[in-house]
């Protein structure tokens, strides 16, 4: 087996996160781990601090949870929303006493994925699920003064992401875009 970026050659185990899901690293080692997430409208955030050996992601899948703008994070499936997940990532971080810029962001997915690109602006109908998704968390980014590192979204094609939190590689793959009609 080839070694990665550490020099390791065993395999990892391996965790795929579901959509509503979180995976957490609160110090440090950093498991050593590769956490796979498929993305379409949702959105992937990606929350780390090597010094504290913090990694965590989410996998979102809708804006806001009934309660809006006016959720403390308490709701019963919090890594659902996009509001309430990052709240929630945040807590764990500011809790060890990070903020700000200490804490690196790297967001994915938000795509577009039942209409062809650009549709929207087109016809003027509301945002897709996908970039009200993209457009909250980077609202929510910058509000949180936190250091954006990475941001791949929108677009009409899913993605495949890698996380491997004892590195803080990531990989990110486009997916064939597949149309036609399924019976």
């Known amino acids: 087996m080839k070694p990665d970026v550490l020099g390791n050659t065993e395999p990892l185990p391996v965790f795929f996160l579901k959509p509503g899901q979180l995976f957490l690293n609160k110090h440090k080692p950093v498991q050593r781990v590769k956490i796979i997430t498929i993305l379409g409208s949702c959105i992937s955030l990606i929350l780390t601090n090597e010094k504290r050996g913090m990694a965590a992601m989410c996998h979102a899948f809708l804006p806001y949870c009934p309660a809006g703008e006016n959720c403390r994070g308490n709701c019963q499936t919090p890594y659902k929303y996009v509001h309430c997940a990052l709240q929630n990532m945040l ?4 809790k060890r006493g990070l903020r700000g810029k200490e804490i690196k962001v790297r967001l994915y997915g938000g795509s577009d994925m039942f209409v062809p690109d650009g ?31 990475d941001c791949e979204t929108g677009g009409v094609s899913g993605r495949r992401i890698l996380f491997f939190p004892h590195s803080g590689e990531i990989q990110v793959r486009r997916l064939k875009r597949i149309t036609g009609e399924v019976y």
């Open 91 to 94: 807590h764990f971080f500011y």
């Open 119 to 149: 549709e929207y602006e087109k016809t003027g109908k509301n945002p897709s699920v996908g970039r009200q998704n993209s457009e909250l968390a980077l609202t929510r980014i910058r509000a949180a003064d936190l250091c954006l590192t």
